[in-house]
């Protein structure tokens, strides 16, 4: 009953703004050993949303919250109905926007989402997420509303309903494989590890023993040289690797010459296909900081193309 009434009397407090599915977990971990915790699952979209199906929350028993379902226009509902979910000791799930029966809270871009709201038994499901994660593994959660209950089970292509129980899929961040001794290095590092990315030197990844490990198909390789034989070595270490992108620096005629190269190596047209050159989204640019600007916004697009 105590636990009951301090849950009610709890205010909605943002506590993280960061939305990386590993600080969230890990939130929710930590929080659990002092009491409720909520797992809130953005499972089913009509419409617009501001964020895709599988996106989290995790609210705490002492109001305390972070993640996102949207774009920060309804979290604080969302934070409140995880509350009163506390407090009745069951799960619940909750519309906002069209469809919703709260009048009074509106999704700026008019559709509306449902959200699952669980309250967490265990955290044993959550913990080998962050296990897998770390292991550079992907990793995916069974939710049952008929039961109530959170499982690990088999990753899918994209988090979603199957049959009754919704399925949500998580993959490591994104690493970021840089080589070059230019300006430009020193920029797009900088932007990409801002951004959250896990940034590593080529010269890193050349001493470690699990070389061939780090380009897995979740690292984009950045090769920004102005010299083709000292771009040669990571060139052919990621054309043989299972990297999602890879980028170089240089002009047109540069990657002409690079490509001709390339064949004189025997690497097929579908391997020498998998280079973005010249590198990034939008070009040609003229300084460090508008580079590293297309090159880490061509990497989160080709992400989404390969991953969703």
Not at 12 to 39: C, H, K, W
Not at 255 to 263: S, W, Y
Request: proline share 3%; aromatic share 6%.
């Amino acid at each position: 009953m105590v636990q009951m009434l301090a849950t009610l009397e709890a205010n909605p407090t943002r506590a993280l703004t960061s939305d990386r599915i590993d600080d969230l977990l890990r939130f929710a971990v930590e929080a659990f050993d002092r009491g409720p915790v909520a797992l809130a699952t953005l499972v089913k979209i009509r419409g617009g949303a501001a964020r895709a199906l599988g996106s989290h929350m995790v609210v705490a028993s002492d109001g305390r919250f972070c993640g996102y379902v949207s774009g920060g226009c309804v979290e604080a509902a969302v934070a409140t109905e995880a509350l009163l979910a506390m407090a009745e000791g069951r799960d619940r799930t909750v519309k906002f926007g069209e469809g919703s029966p709260f009048f009074d809270v509106v999704l700026p871009c008019g559709g509306g989402i449902s959200v699952a709201i669980h309250l967490l038994r265990s955290t044993e499901a959550l913990q080998q997420v962050l296990d897998r994660l770390s292991q550079r593994q992907t990793a995916a959660l069974c939710y049952s509303p008929q039961s109530e209950a959170l499982t690990l089970t088999e990753v899918r292509a994209r988090s979603g309903w199957i049959d009754e129980d919704f399925v949500t899929v998580y993959r490591p961040t994104t690493r970021v494989v840089i080589s070059g001794a230019t300006a430009e290095v020193e920029a797009v590092t900088r932007l990409a590890e801002t951004s959250g990315y896990a940034v590593t030197d080529w010269r890193d990844v050349t001493v470690a023993r699990n070389a061939s490990q780090l380009l897995d198909p979740f690292t984009a390789v950045a090769l920004l040289h102005h010299d083709l034989d000292a771009e040669a070595t990571i060139l052919t270490a990621a054309l043989h690797s299972d990297a999602f992108y890879i980028g170089a620096l240089g002009s047109t005629r540069t990657h002409h010459r690079r490509v001709e190269r390339l064949r004189g190596r025997s690497f097929s047209q579908l391997d020498i296909d998998r280079i973005k050159a010249p590198i990034g989204m939008f070009g040609p640019t003229r300084d460090a900081a508008s580079l590293a600007l297309s090159v880490l916004a061509d990497i989160a697009a080709a992400r989404l193309t390969s991953f969703g």
